[in-house]
Protein backbone atom coordinates (compact mmCIF):
# COMPACT_ATOMS: atom_id res chain seq x y z
CA UNK A 1 0.00 0.00 0.00
CA UNK A 2 0.82 3.07 -0.80
CA UNK A 3 0.41 7.11 0.22
CA UNK A 4 -2.65 8.59 -1.73
CA UNK A 5 -1.60 11.40 -4.26
CA UNK A 6 -2.93 14.26 -2.23
CA UNK A 7 0.11 13.11 0.53
CA UNK A 8 2.51 12.35 -1.85
CA UNK A 9 5.22 14.65 -2.65
CA UNK A 10 6.86 12.27 -4.33
CA UNK A 11 4.52 11.89 -7.07
CA UNK A 12 3.71 15.55 -6.89
CA UNK A 13 6.62 17.41 -6.00
CA UNK A 14 9.24 15.30 -7.45
CA UNK A 15 7.52 13.87 -10.71
CA UNK A 16 5.22 16.69 -11.71
CA UNK A 17 6.99 20.20 -10.63
CA UNK A 18 10.50 18.89 -10.93
CA UNK A 19 10.58 16.51 -13.53
CA UNK A 20 7.57 17.58 -15.83
CA UNK A 21 8.16 21.23 -15.10
CA UNK A 22 4.22 21.85 -14.24
CA UNK A 23 3.83 25.04 -12.78
CA UNK A 24 0.20 25.19 -12.59
CA UNK A 25 -2.27 25.08 -9.52
CA UNK A 26 -2.29 21.48 -7.98
CA UNK A 27 -6.87 20.85 -6.72
CA UNK A 28 -7.35 17.57 -4.75
CA UNK A 29 -9.10 15.07 -6.35
CA UNK A 30 -13.45 15.62 -5.02
CA UNK A 31 -12.89 14.96 -0.72
CA UNK A 32 -9.58 13.15 -0.86
CA UNK A 33 -7.89 15.43 1.60
CA UNK A 34 -11.00 13.98 4.11
CA UNK A 35 -10.43 10.72 3.26
CA UNK A 36 -6.85 11.00 4.17
CA UNK A 37 -8.33 10.15 7.16
CA UNK A 38 -10.10 7.13 6.04
CA UNK A 39 -7.14 5.69 4.36
CA UNK A 40 -5.02 5.94 7.91
CA UNK A 41 -2.78 8.95 6.51
CA UNK A 42 -3.89 11.05 9.06
CA UNK A 43 -5.60 11.30 12.28
CA UNK A 44 -7.87 14.23 11.96
CA UNK A 45 -8.57 17.24 9.81
CA UNK A 46 -6.25 19.31 10.53
CA UNK A 47 -2.93 16.85 9.69
CA UNK A 48 -4.81 15.24 6.85
CA UNK A 49 -5.20 19.24 5.39
CA UNK A 50 -1.13 19.38 6.61
CA UNK A 51 -0.43 16.60 4.67
CA UNK A 52 -1.84 17.20 1.47
CA UNK A 53 -0.27 20.94 1.29
CA UNK A 54 3.01 19.86 2.39
CA UNK A 55 2.59 16.83 0.20
CA UNK A 56 1.82 19.63 -2.51
CA UNK A 57 -1.51 19.81 -2.82
CA UNK A 58 -2.13 23.91 -3.56
CA UNK A 59 -6.17 23.69 -3.20
CA UNK A 60 -8.70 21.24 -1.52
CA UNK A 61 -11.83 20.57 -3.46
CA UNK A 62 -14.96 20.16 -1.96
CA UNK A 63 -13.73 19.68 2.53
CA UNK A 64 -12.39 22.73 2.94
CA UNK A 65 -10.26 21.41 5.51
CA UNK A 66 -7.07 23.93 4.42
CA UNK A 67 -9.09 27.06 4.97
CA UNK A 68 -10.60 26.09 8.40
CA UNK A 69 -7.04 25.45 9.79
CA UNK A 70 -5.08 28.02 7.63
CA UNK A 71 -4.55 30.28 10.53
CA UNK A 72 -3.10 27.72 12.75
CA UNK A 73 -0.27 27.15 9.70
CA UNK A 74 1.10 30.79 10.39
CA UNK A 75 2.70 29.45 13.86
CA UNK A 76 6.39 29.34 13.11
CA UNK A 77 7.24 26.06 12.10
CA UNK A 78 3.85 24.51 11.40
CA UNK A 79 4.58 25.11 7.21
CA UNK A 80 7.15 26.85 5.52
CA UNK A 81 5.74 30.80 4.92
CA UNK A 82 7.37 30.24 1.30
CA UNK A 83 5.42 27.48 0.58
CA UNK A 84 2.03 29.17 1.52
CA UNK A 85 3.20 32.23 -0.55
CA UNK A 86 3.78 29.62 -4.00
CA UNK A 87 0.63 27.79 -2.96
CA UNK A 88 -1.31 31.14 -2.96
CA UNK A 89 0.33 32.60 -6.13
CA UNK A 90 -0.21 29.56 -7.72
CA UNK A 91 -3.97 29.44 -7.00
CA UNK A 92 -4.73 33.07 -7.64
CA UNK A 93 -3.06 33.34 -11.03
CA UNK A 94 -5.83 30.77 -12.18
CA UNK A 95 -8.16 32.83 -10.46
CA UNK A 96 -6.68 35.71 -12.26
CA UNK A 97 -6.62 34.15 -15.44
CA UNK A 98 -10.41 33.02 -15.28
CA UNK A 99 -11.79 36.28 -14.49
CA UNK A 100 -12.81 35.52 -11.30
CA UNK A 101 -12.36 39.02 -9.81
CA UNK A 102 -13.40 41.01 -12.88
CA UNK A 103 -17.13 38.61 -13.18
CA UNK A 104 -16.71 36.77 -9.59
CA UNK A 105 -20.98 36.25 -9.97
CA UNK A 106 -22.02 33.33 -12.78
CA UNK A 107 -25.39 34.00 -14.52
CA UNK A 108 -27.49 30.62 -13.34
CA UNK A 109 -30.29 30.89 -16.04
CA UNK A 110 -27.32 31.45 -18.92
CA UNK A 111 -25.13 28.87 -17.01
CA UNK A 112 -28.60 26.71 -16.60
CA UNK A 113 -29.38 27.02 -20.24
CA UNK A 114 -25.91 25.83 -20.94
CA UNK A 115 -25.79 22.46 -19.82
CA UNK A 116 -27.30 19.22 -21.05
CA UNK A 117 -27.32 20.45 -24.53
CA UNK A 118 -27.40 18.12 -28.04
CA UNK A 119 -24.46 18.84 -29.19
CA UNK A 120 -22.56 18.63 -25.81
CA UNK A 121 -23.75 15.77 -25.39
CA UNK A 122 -22.38 14.78 -28.78
CA UNK A 123 -18.73 15.86 -27.74
CA UNK A 124 -19.39 13.99 -24.80
CA UNK A 125 -19.66 10.70 -26.55
CA UNK A 126 -17.32 11.19 -29.53
CA UNK A 127 -14.69 12.15 -26.51
CA UNK A 128 -15.51 9.09 -24.41
CA UNK A 129 -15.99 6.83 -27.74
CA UNK A 130 -12.21 8.01 -28.60
CA UNK A 131 -10.82 6.79 -25.30
CA UNK A 132 -11.65 3.57 -24.53
CA UNK A 133 -8.86 0.86 -24.11
CA UNK A 134 -10.31 -2.72 -25.17
CA UNK A 135 -8.21 -4.97 -23.20
CA UNK A 136 -8.22 -9.17 -24.04
CA UNK A 137 -9.79 -10.25 -21.31
CA UNK A 138 -8.87 -14.36 -21.78
CA UNK A 139 -11.52 -15.66 -19.00
CA UNK A 140 -14.43 -14.42 -20.32
CA UNK A 141 -13.99 -13.77 -24.54
CA UNK A 142 -16.23 -11.52 -25.63
CA UNK A 143 -17.97 -10.12 -22.29
CA UNK A 144 -16.63 -7.44 -20.07
CA UNK A 145 -15.35 -8.48 -16.75
CA UNK A 146 -17.17 -6.82 -14.58
CA UNK A 147 -20.59 -7.15 -16.19
CA UNK A 148 -20.53 -10.87 -17.11
CA UNK A 149 -24.16 -10.92 -17.99
CA UNK A 150 -24.05 -8.42 -20.97
CA UNK A 151 -21.26 -8.52 -24.19
CA UNK A 152 -18.69 -6.31 -24.50
CA UNK A 153 -20.22 -5.51 -27.94
CA UNK A 154 -23.89 -4.19 -26.57
CA UNK A 155 -21.53 -1.55 -23.96
CA UNK A 156 -19.71 -0.25 -26.98
CA UNK A 157 -23.50 1.03 -28.81
Not at 56 to 62: L, N, T
Amino acid sequence: MGVPTSANPFTLKQILRKEWGFQGLVDSDWTSVVELIAHGIANDGAAAARKAFLGGVDMDMASSLTTKIWRNWCAPGRVPEAAVDEAVRRTLRVKFGLGLFEHPYADEAREAGAMVQPESLALARTAAERSFVLLKNANFPGRHRFCRSRPTQKLLR
